[in-house]
Structure formats: structure tokens, C-alpha cells
């Protein structure tokens, strides 16, 4: 199936550093989410971006809808033990008939305290 | 909490077995989304729901089907259980057929044996 590239793969980082993961397609997007997934669980939406050049925050999250409309970026900042996760992007097209978001392969983040 | 429900949260069959998983979608929610995640594969959409019609087909086997209900909530049948089948199902569900944010479960946990 159809996924969209995301790296790191993973990140082993220190609590207190920030983090940058970017996630690109091959094909336009006019929406772009961001995903979190802690172990067992389901994934929870972040932040969500609607247009190209977008930048949005959530927190210590931040995140920008690419220029092209086929990548995004996501950054954490001061991370904290929490922000433990597989983190997606995913990307959309909707206004059409279906709401079926591609996936990104995913980037794991460890912090350490 | 996302407000969708999935049940069994594990499940463990043979090969050869048919299952079925529950989905409820969040209150309101029209549309109901199937997702199954591998290790290999990633996150695959599967097969969209909206009002009870299908809406969408994804990557979803023939050997797989589903359905929603006149209440909304919606159940994933898979027949003729492959030890490839195991996997996480996740049910998500949004307001309308398209739009711009998905909200998904905390998954059913399928493992054949």
C-alpha cells in the first residue's frame, strides 16, 4: 500500500532538546496531519494544516504545510518524557468523496531524562 | 479519549477462523473508517462508511468485509484467517464523509495463530 516517506526513522534524544521530523509525498496534499501514537493506543491527532505555507502550533508543537503541497514538517520543542511516541504524518485530499488518508512510515521518539 | 469504541481490544484466533470487530463511532459521526496497521505495511486504509453506504475502498482483501448499521456503528468481518492477518484494526470515525480531521480508536489487536 501506498505510504508517504518520514525520517528520521527514529530519534534518540535528551528531555529538553528539540526534535524536526519531515514527511514527504510524491503527490499534492491540500491537507496535512500530524499524528501522535503512544504504545497500544490508537493514534491521536496533533495538529492539522490546510494550506500551503501554513504554519500552525499546538503547544510545543509546530508544524508547516510545504510550499510544494507534498511535504510537511513537524517540530517539538524543550521535549519532555511524554513526547515518547511514534509520530505519522498523513496526508489528505479532501473536498472529494473520501476521507482516506495516506500514511507516513512513521519516526520514533525516544527521550531520555 | 477519542469517543470511538472498538471492541475486542485483543483477540486471538487460528488460522482459518472468522472474526468480527466492533467499531462505535464518535457521537454525531456519519462516517466510519477502517484501518489496519502492520509492522511491514504501516497504516493501510481499508474501507470507508458513511451514513451506512460504502464510501471508499482501500487496500481491504476480499476475504474482508464490512458494514455499518442504521445506528452507525460499524463491524470489520474477516473470514479464512492468514497468520499475515495479524495485526492492529483501527475504527476511526469523522463528522461527514470528507472533511478535514479523522479520530480514531484505541484498536483491536488481532493475532492468528
Known amino acids: 500500500g501506498q505510504q508517504l516517506n518520514q525520517s528520521p526513522q527514529s530519534m534518540f534524544i535528551q528531555e529538553g532538546e528539540d526534535v524536526s521530523m519531515n514527511c514527504t509525498s510524491s503527490?499534492?496534499?491540500?491537507?496535512w496531519l500530524w499524528y501522535k501514537q503512544d504504545p497500544g493506543e490508537g493514534p491521536v491527532l496533533l495538529i492539522a494544516?490546510?494550506?500551503?505555507?501554513e504554519l500552525t502550533s499546538n503547544g510545543r508543537l509546530t508544524a508547516q504545510f510545504g510550499i510544494t503541497r507534498k511535504d510537511s514538517f513537524l517540530n517539538i520543542s524543550a521535549s519532555i518524557p511524554s513526547d515518547v511516541g511514534i509520530y505519522f504524518c498523513?496526508?489528505?485530499?479532501?473536498?472529494?468523496?473520501?476521507?482516506?488518508?495516506?500514511f507516513g512510515t512513521g519516526t520514533l521518539l525516544a527521550v531520555q531524562p | 479519549d477519542s469517543g470511538v469504541t472498538q471492541t475486542p481490544k485483543h483477540l486471538i484466533t487460528a488460522t482459518g477462523q472468522r472474526v468480527t470487530l466492533r467499531c462505535s463511532p464518535r457521537?454525531?459521526?456519519?462516517?466510519v473508517y477502517w484501518y489496519q496497521q502492520s509492522l511491514d505495511q504501516g497504516l493501510q486504509f481499508l474501507i470507508q462508511?458513511?451514513?451506512?453506504?460504502?464510501?471508499a475502498k482501500g487496500n481491504i482483501l476480499e476475504r474482508f468485509s464490512a458494514q455499518q448499521f442504521p445506528d452507525l456503528h460499524s463491524e470489520l468481518n474477516l473470514s479464512s484467517l492468514e497468520l499475515g492477518d495479524s495485526a492492529l484494526y483501527f475504527c476511526?470515525?469523522?463528522?461527514?464523509?470528507?472533511?478535514?480531521?479523522?479520530?480514531f480508536g484505541e484498536g483491536s489487536w488481532l493475532t492468528v495463530v
Open positions: 498523513a496526508g489528505l485530499n479532501y473536498g472529494g468523496a473520501t476521507n482516506k488518508l495516506i
Open positions: 457521537s454525531g459521526d456519519l462516517s
Open positions: 462508511y458513511y451514513n451506512g453506504e460504502e464510501r
Open positions: 476511526a470515525s469523522s463528522p461527514q464523509g470528507y472533511g478535514n480531521t479523522i479520530y
Open positions: 503527490s499534492i496534499f491540500n491537507t
Open positions: 494544516l490546510y494550506k500551503a505555507g
